[in-house]
């Protein structure tokens, strides 16, 4: 069974910057898609990026298209990422997950504690 955590969270001020990292133990995920999601306080969960298995085809969010980046490192079965210009509406648990590249929803609900991220204006 694969296990998820994730990391990087933190305290921010809007315009400032954080990398998330999910790290993958148990069995490898460097065959499939994964995606990061965040839910903020009393909202429902919501895509934020995917990446395919060879880190070629990446999606994001329109929220944070040109802000953040997604990336991986297969061989340390990790994905990262990359959060610049934050703003007070990014505040939100994130969490990743295996994610169909085509429909951006998780296609294995397996989900690690998440990381908290708050940016303060």
């Known amino acids: 069974q694969v296990q998820l955590v994730e990391s990087g969270g933190g305290l921010v001020q809007a315009g400032g910057s954080l990398r998330l990292s999910c790290a993958a133990s148990g069995r490898t995920l460097s065959v499939y898609a994964m995606g990061w999601f965040r839910q903020a306080p009393g909202k429902e969960r919501e895509f934020v990026a995917a990446?395919?298995?060879?880190?070629?085809?990446?999606k994001y969010a329109d929220s944070v298209k040109g802000r953040f980046t997604i990336s991986r490192a297969n061989a340390k079965n990790t994905v990262y990422l990359e959060m610049n210009s934050l703003k007070p509406e990014d505040t939100a648990v994130y969490h990743c997950?295996?994610?169909?590249?085509?429909?951006?929803?998780?296609?294995?609900?397996?989900w690690g504690q998440g990381t908290l991220v708050t940016v303060s204006s």
């Open positions: 997950a295996r994610t169909s590249i085509v429909t951006m929803t998780p296609d294995l609900e397996v």
């Open positions: 990446i395919s298995w060879s880190g070629s085809t990446t």
